[in-house]
């Protein structure tokens, strides 16, 4: 905008005006009216913005309880530090008796899905149905690329969050229980990183019952925040795999003559 009208007074007024000026190419002018119809528009904002906070209140409440309380409850159970627990990183396998196999990544910030950040896998190495060498081959290519990515970025004096695999998980949840957890633990230790692993534990009804971390099954409260987000994120790798599958076994059983 060419103007930006503050109700308050605030610090450094000419060195922003000149930073955004810049920063757009034009001159970019910050005003505090006092009095006219600037000053009533300020007026009427703020009143907006109160109403919508009060109307908003509960919801908003809601909403962080259901990211970022949920987020703090899986750090509790994990013994994690609820601050650095930001990104958490889930994979996923999809395949018709190993035909056309294909992996997924989703990846949730703060409680949230971040779906830019999304990836598909189409497998290349593995010939049959073997959901642990396909989650290796999974793992093994995000992370290194991941690795090759950042390399390249710091050698070139890049924006590592602005690569698309350079930003690591605090938390590599998998969908499963030690076999799982123990592919993934393996594919870390030989790239040599340190990034905590927990298995999405599932009961005989198919259904989260807890998580396993440490060698120990930690069993999680199905009343809680934390187990209806660590569910949203199982259902949404298995959606998001098996979307890419189904995409892939449709264009191969459909042909012109």
Same mark, same amino acid.
């Given at each position: 905008?060419?103007?930006?009208?503050?109700?308050?007074?605030?610090?450094? #007024?000419?060195?922003?005006?000149?930073?955004?000026?810049?920063?757009?190419?034009?001159?970019?002018?910050? $005003?505090?009216?006092? #009095?006219?119809?600037?000053?009533?528009?300020? @007026?009427?904002?703020?009143?907006?913005?109160?109403?919508?906070?009060?109307?908003?209140?509960?919801?908003?409440? /809601?909403?962080?309880?259901?990211?970022?309380?949920?987020?703090?409850?899986?750090?509790?159970?994990?013994?994690?530090?609820?601050?650095?627990?930001?990104?958490?990183?889930?994979?996923? #396998?999809?395949?018709?008796?190993? !035909?056309?196999?294909?992996?997924?990544?989703?990846?949730?910030?703060?409680?949230?899905?971040?779906?830019?950040?999304?990836?598909?896998?189409?497998?290349?190495?593995?010939?049959?149905?073997?959901?642990?060498?396909?989650? /290796?081959?999974?793992?093994?290519?995000?992370?290194?690329?991941?690795? @090759?990515?950042?390399?390249?970025?710091?050698?070139?004096?890049?924006?590592?969050?602005?690569?698309?695999?350079?930003? !690591?998980?605090?938390?590599?949840?998998?969908?499963?229980?030690?076999?799982?957890?123990?592919?993934? &633990?393996?594919?870390?230790?030989?790239?040599?990183?340190? #990034?905590?692993?927990?298995?999405?534990?599932?009961?005989?009804n198919h259904r989260?019952?807890?998580l396993y971390y440490?060698?120990?099954?930690?069993?999680?409260?199905?009343?809680? @925040?934390?187990? $209806?987000?660590?569910?949203?994120?199982?259902?949404?790798?298995?959606? !998001?795999?098996?979307?890419?599958?189904?995409? &892939?076994?449709?264009?191969?059983?459909?042909?012109?003559?």
């Open positions: 905008p060419k103007a930006l009208v503050l109700q308050e007074e605030i610090e450094d #007024i000419e060195i922003l005006e000149k930073w955004l000026s810049a920063r757009k190419g034009n001159r970019v002018y910050i $005003q505090v009216p006092k #009095i006219g119809t600037k000053e009533k528009l300020v @007026e009427l904002a703020a009143q907006n913005a109160k109403l919508v906070l009060s109307q908003d209140k509960e919801r908003i409440k /809601r909403e962080e309880g259901r990211t970022i309380g949920a987020v703090k409850e899986i750090a509790g159970w994990l013994g994690l530090e609820p601050e650095k627990l930001v990104r958490m990183e889930a994979f996923d #396998i999809s395949n018709i008796s190993g !035909f056309e196999s294909v992996g997924s990544m989703i990846v949730y910030e703060n409680g949230r899905p971040k779906r830019n950040d999304y990836r598909k896998f189409r497998i290349r190495t593995v010939q049959g149905p073997n959901d642990y060498a396909s989650m /290796r081959e999974v793992l093994l290519r995000r992370f290194s690329h991941g690795l @090759e990515e950042t390399k390249k970025m710091q050698a070139e004096g890049g924006d590592l969050a602005m690569g698309s695999f350079t930003r !690591f998980p605090d938390l590599l949840m998998m969908d499963g229980g030690r076999g799982q957890v123990n592919i993934a &633990l393996e594919v870390l230790r030989e790239l040599q990183l340190e #990034i905590p692993v927990c298995g999405m534990v599932k009961d005989d989260t019952r807890g440490q060698n120990v099954e930690i069993p999680i409260d199905r009343h809680s @925040e934390g187990f $209806q987000l660590i569910t949203r994120i199982q259902d949404e790798a298995h959606r !998001f795999a098996i979307e890419y599958h189904r995409s &892939l076994r449709s264009k191969e059983q459909v042909h012109s003559i």
